[in-house]
Every structure is written in structure tokens, then in C-alpha cells.
């Protein structure tokens, strides 16, 4: 690996994966490195059943909307400057294929415990636990609610 560490984070707005890349971006801080904040998008399984196509109105694309969650929680929570370079990348396919390929060459894959998706009390998520069996770099799930002095 040459040239910064670069630190992948999943980011899909919630307040998990909100803290995942607070936490990415603290730790590039502190070695050096560079964020890639990744939102993964989908189209729901139903469009494409009994020739449902896939809606064209921009208010229901996915794509756009998986933009628009990753650059609200960016400025949310890195602000203007966030002290380190932040690239962001919205990804077609399953949150954790996304991940894993983005991670491909990645000093870090940085992820939230539960992110949107995940039923109530659970402690692990299906997208943390997947990218953590699967992942070509080390992993670091984030839990929610845990502050860096916890």
C-alpha cells in the first residue's frame, strides 16, 4: 500500500453509521490517512414483479436518495473542513457488496453496528457482520451510542 491510508466507511444516515464516520475521519486524523465514505443503493425487490418498472420521478431513485443521505451525513458530521480529505461514492448494489469492494486496497473498512435496516436490539447488523467475515482489510464496527472515551 502506498501513499495514505485510506479508510473506508458504510454510511446510510443512521445515527450508527453517523458515528462510524466520525470515527473514520478521527482516526485518518490521527495517522495520516484519507476517508471514502460509501452509500450503497438498490432498487426495491418488488419493482420488476408483474411488470412493475422501476419509477424515472428523481423523488424515488434510489441512487439519488443514497446521494443525497451520504452528503447530509457528511456535512453533519465533518462540517466544511473535516481536517482530513473525504471522497464520497454512492454504489449500486447490496450495502455489504458495496463495501467490500470499495474496501479492496483499503487500509481500514469502518462501519456502524446496526444501520437502517436493523431490527431493535440487535447488536450486530447483517451488513457489519457479513463485511466482517468477508472483508480484504481490517474491520472496525463502531457501536452506536459509544463516545471515543467509552
Known amino acids: 500500500m502506498s501513499g495514505k491510508p485510506r479508510i473506508v466507511v458504510g454510511v446510510d444516515?443512521?445515527?450508527?453509521?453517523?458515528q462510524a464516520?466520525?470515527?473514520?475521519?478521527?482516526?485518518?486524523?490521527?495517522?495520516?490517512?484519507?476517508?471514502?465514505?460509501?452509500?450503497?443503493?438498490?432498487?426495491?425487490?418488488?419493482?420488476g414483479w408483474g411488470g412493475t418498472?422501476?419509477?424515472?420521478?428523481?423523488?424515488?431513485?434510489?441512487?439519488?436518495?443514497?446521494?443525497q443521505t451520504l452528503s447530509e451525513s457528511v456535512a453533519k458530521v465533518v462540517g466544511?473542513?473535516?481536517?482530513?480529505?473525504?471522497?464520497?461514492?454512492?454504489?449500486?448494489?447490496?450495502?455489504?457488496?458495496?463495501?467490500?469492494?470499495?474496501?479492496?486496497?483499503?487500509?481500514?473498512?469502518v462501519v456502524g453496528s446496526r444501520g437502517l435496516g436493523g431490527f431493535s436490539g440487535v447488536l450486530l447488523g447483517s451488513v457489519s457482520r457479513h463485511v466482517t467475515e468477508h472483508a480484504p482489510c481490517p474491520v472496525v464496527v463502531v457501536r452506536e451510542g459509544r463516545t471515543a472515551e467509552e
Not at 444516515?13 to 453517523?18: K, N, R, T, V, Y
Not at 463495501?99 to 481500514?108: N, S, V
Open 13 to 18: 444516515g443512521s445515527p450508527a453509521s453517523e
Open 80 to 109: 466544511a473542513d473535516p481536517g482530513v480529505p473525504v471522497t464520497r461514492n454512492v454504489l449500486p448494489g447490496n450495502a455489504a457488496g458495496a463495501l467490500l469492494q470499495a474496501a479492496k486496497g483499503a487500509a481500514l473498512l
Open 53 to 67: 418498472a422501476a419509477p424515472t420521478d428523481v423523488s424515488f431513485n434510489p441512487e439519488v436518495l443514497a446521494g
Open 21 to 47: 464516520l466520525r470515527w473514520a475521519v478521527d482516526y485518518a486524523k490521527a495517522v495520516g490517512g484519507t476517508v471514502n465514505a460509501v452509500a450503497a443503493w438498490e432498487y426495491p425487490v418488488f419493482y
